[in-house]
């Protein structure tokens, strides 16, 4: 059974930096892309940031771009979403997603963490 457990989430300041990461276990983690995306307060699930198995491919949403950076180490299972100049409209639940291929397009995410909230002051 896969499972995806999420950390790193919490409290900070604007302008702040948070690193999540995202621990998985239950099938080949080097064979997945790999995925992050959020839900903010009264909002929907959005992207917010993709890797390719090997790492060599990332994508990312505009609202992100130049200051988020995913990564991750096939070695530990464990995908990463460094997170810099923190805005308060980045407010939100944020969830690892493992892709049902190698990469993020044509492929479906397939599982799901149950999410790590993070939260910034302005």
């Known amino acids: 059974q896969v499972q995806l457990v999420e950390s790193g989430g919490g409290l900070v300041q604007a302008g702040g930096s948070l690193r999540l990461s995202c621990a998985a276990s239950?099938?080949?983690?080097?064979?997945?892309?790999m995925g992050w995306f959020r839900q903010g307060p009264g909002k929907e699930r959005e992207f917010v940031a993709a890797?390719?198995?090997?790492?060599?491919?990332?994508r990312y949403a505009d609202s992100v771009k130049e200051r988020f950076t995913i990564s991750r180490d096939n070695a530990k299972n464990t995908v990463y979403l460094q997170m810099t100049s923190l805005k308060p409209e980045d407010t939100a639940r944020y969830y690892c997603?493992?892709?049902?291929?190698?990469?993020?397009?044509?492929?479906?995410?397939?599982?799901w963490g149950q999410g790590t909230q993070v939260t910034i002051s302005s």
């Open positions: 997603a493992s892709y049902s291929g190698p990469y993020f397009d044509g492929y479906e995410c397939d599982y």
């Open positions: 239950g099938r080949t983690f080097s064979s997945h892309a």
């Open positions: 890797v390719s198995w090997s790492g060599q491919y990332t």
